[in-house]
């Protein structure tokens, strides 16, 4: 989940596996896979930032794989 911060001033966490696109027009407009739209505060960039950190987090948490050898 990250968060965004739409135009009202109250953030919001979102599911970033759900995000489609990401649009700035000059507004920021996140499409979803379900197709409803967001309209936030924040740029293109720092959401891009927060999904990168997002899935950082979330593979760092996986164990390697070992391969036994014969």
């Known amino acids: 989940m990250i968060r965004v911060t ?37 740029s293109v960039a720092e959401i891009v930032a927060a999904f990168t950190q997002y899935k950082r987090n979330q593979y760092s948490m996986l164990q390697p794989v070992l391969r036994k050898q014969s």
Do not use: R
């Open 6 to 42: 739409k135009f009202d001033g109250n953030s919001m966490m979102l599911n970033a596996d759900w995000i489609q696109s990401i649009e700035e027009t000059p507004d920021t407009v996140i499409t979803l896979t379900t197709g409803s739209k967001i309209l936030v505060k924040d």
